[in-house]
């Protein structure tokens, strides 16, 4: 069936560093959304991308959608212990009438 | 806080027993949403109402029943569930405008272990 694939599952970083999670959907997206979770939190929504190779940046978050809008990414510079938590990607699928949310990357910080 | 509220926030039962889950979305919006979430499938959605109709149903067992009155309130029934059924369940509610992928704004979650 249709699916939105997730990488890395987890990723360990020491403060400073950069990090990057990746989504990738089996089907053309009509969008794509970004949530953040932090640990015994809910996601909350971070961004919204709909164009084809749109790029959005918020603060040390750059979100890019891919040209076939198939695929997304979501970077983040220099993080720090703020940015702990699990970050799922979601993305409208032609025929769906809820999103279908990525399996989460949980970035863990280290001061 | 978000605009929506769930109820309550820790729930144990055991496998006989009948509750239910409430959620109420404060933001007009016209669509609500019940997930499941665990360590084994972080954010599985379980139904979706648009305008107080069902209009996904992700073969979820019959233990679980929902329920949407009106546009502010949904409901998750629940009776004879399992120890694997023990998971975080949250709500969420976005506007739809005919077309699905609108932001969703997640309540706090209900946490429910079931002994």
């Known amino acids: 069936g249709q699916q939105v694939m997730q990488i890395p599952q987890y990723q360990h970083v020491q403060e400073g560093e950069d990090f990057t999670t990746y989504c990738n959907s089996s089907?053309?997206?009509?969008?794509i959304q970004w949530y953040k979770q932090r640990p015994g939190g809910h996601p909350v929504f971070l961004i919204q991308?709909?164009?084809?190779?749109e790029v959005k940046k918020q603060k040390r978050l750059t979100f890019q959608f891919g040209e076939a809008k198939k695929n997304s990414s979501l970077h983040i510079t220099a993080t720090q212990t703020t940015d702990v938590g699990t970050y799922f990607c979601?993305?409208?699928?032609?025929?769906?009438?809820?999103?279908?949310f990525g399996s989460g990357t949980r970035l863990q910080v280290q001061p | 806080e978000t605009g929506v509220t769930q109820t309550p926030r820790h729930l144990v039962m055991g496998m006989t027993n009948k509750k239910s889950l409430k959620c109420e979305q404060h933001l007009g919006h016209n669509a609500m949403y019940w997930y499941k979430q665990s360590a084994k499938k972080p954010l599985e959605l379980m139904f979706v109402y648009s305008l107080e109709e069902r209009v996904e149903n992700n073969s979820v067992p019959s233990r679980f029943s929902p329920e949407c009155p009106n546009s502010s309130h949904l409901f998750l029934h629940l009776h004879t569930l399992q120890p694997e059924d023990s998971a975080l369940y949250l709500c969420?509610?976005?506007?739809?405008?005919?077309?699905?992928?609108?932001?969703?704004?997640f309540g706090p979650g209900t946490r429910l272990t079931v002994l």
């Open positions: 991308l709909v164009k084809s190779g």
């Open positions: 979601a993305g409208a699928l032609t025929g769906r009438r809820a999103l279908t």
């Open positions: 969420a509610s976005s506007q739809e405008s005919g077309r699905a992928g609108n932001e969703q704004f």
């Open positions: 089907t053309t997206l009509s969008n």
